[in-house]
């Protein structure tokens, strides 16, 4: 039996917003999926994937400092062993998440990995340090979304679409 496509959805979160993505969408997914928090992905993690998801918090303006470190410690490991793979974002913020999505772009353009669907941004509105120390609760909407995501990802990869 030949194995599924692998979808690595590796996520960060601190309030709880971008783990409740990063489960959906791996529900969404199903079998296809490997959910691995930022902290402990490696790059032979990734490098047996055949695509990737990236979900996290917009913090300060940019990605989350450990998914971050993340690419930190991937980047040189998997420069040049990855190209053409699909990857997609999922980003929970404050305001715009516009930042954080730039940084994850800006990184895997060197990897050459290959953007699939349009990012999600699921806006929480949190302006107070109070708001945005507390625990979220993600839009049921914006969890059905990330479960579509993973579907249509994991789905992708079986058709060989990507």
Request: aromatic share 6%; hydrophobic share 50%; charged share 20%.
């Amino acid at each position: 039996m030949i194995a599924a496509p692998r979808l690595m959805i590796v996520w960060h979160s601190r309030t709880g917003a971008s783990e409740a993505l990063a489960r959906a969408a791996a529900e969404g997914a199903g079998d296809a999926a490997r959910l691995v928090p930022a902290a402990k992905a490696t790059p032979d993690m990734l490098l047996a994937a055949d695509g990737y998801l990236f979900v996290c918090p917009e913090n300060l303006g940019s990605m989350s400092g450990l998914m971050k470190e993340m690419f930190d410690r991937a980047y040189y490991p998997l420069l040049g062993q990855v190209e053409g793979r699909p990857y997609a974002t999922l980003i929970a913020a404050g305001s715009d998440g516009e930042g954080a999505r730039r940084q994850i772009d800006r990184i895997v353009t060197g990897w050459r990995l290959k953007r699939v669907a349009e990012p999600v941004i699921v806006g929480l509105a949190a302006q107070t340090p109070q708001a945005i120390a507390a625990p979220k609760t993600v839009p049921a909407t914006a969890l059905a979304a990330a479960r579509d995501m993973g579907s249509a990802l994991a789905e992708g990869l079986r058709l060989g679409v990507f």
